[in-house]
């Protein structure tokens, strides 16, 4: 595993955990579904990993995410 995918594992396994305190949240979320499941398959399916995608997700879903997130940490 390179280091921009475990990036986006550690990113996914964060999601994971705000649902798991409001269920709501990944609604406020772009692709928050999406990047969950790609964390499951680089945390469980190594084999599985389809790094287009992964690169894909790093070059354009992961800086969509800075602002949103941001705003989220200013507002706890």
């Not at 305190?21 to 389809?50: M, Q, S, W």
Request: aromatic residues 2%.
């Amino acid at each position: 595993m390179d280091r921009r995918e475990r990036q986006l594992e550690v990113l996914g396994e964060a999601l994971v955990r705000l649902r798991a305190k409001d269920p709501e949240i990944l609604e406020t979320i772009p692709h928050g579904h999406a990047i969950i499941g790609t964390r499951n398959v680089i945390a469980h399916r190594y084999d599985d990993v389809d790094h287009v995608r992964v690169l894909a997700m790093l070059r354009t879903d992961v800086p969509a995410l800075v602002p949103i997130l941001e705003q989220f940490l200013a507002e706890v």
